[in-house]
């Protein structure tokens, strides 16, 4: 009940929760596994947000930086973590010359 709360307090437009903004879930609606998606844990979404920033910069890692909003050093350091490489998870160039040497 808290947490239906809170979280209706949080996606209600203004100061005061209506109606719609809470959301009860049945037990007999649906089984556990169905009743919500799997979200990404936070190490999941940094490396997918990474990844795009990168290929949308044509892997110009001084511009991805920037646009992600680290330092380049770090945005390196999260590279090597995430063991990215240009060709790694893509297939294909998108229409943009890249330059895994850039930045």
């Known amino acids: 009940m808290e947490s239906t709360v809170s979280r209706a307090a949080l996606s209600s437009p ?5 109606g719609q903004d809470v959301e009860f879930l ?3 609606d649906a089984p556990v596994d ?10 999941e ?3 997918t ?3 795009r920033v990168l290929d ?4 110009n890692k001084k511009q991805a930086s ?22 790694a998870h893509v297939k294909g160039v998108r ?6 040497d850039a930045g």
């Open 66 to 87: 920037e646009i992600l909003e680290i330092s380049r050093g770090t945005l390196y350091r999260k590279i090597l973590e995430f063991d990215l490489q240009p060709d």
């Open 14 to 18: 203004g100061r005061t929760i209506r």
């Open 26 to 28: 049945h037990a007999s």
């Open 49 to 51: 947000h990474i990844v």
């Open 95 to 100: 229409g943009r010359a890249r330059s895994a």
């Open 45 to 47: 979404a940094e490396r």
């Open 56 to 59: 949308e910069v044509g892997w």
């Open 34 to 43: 169905e009743q919500r998606e799997r979200l990404p844990s936070l190490r």
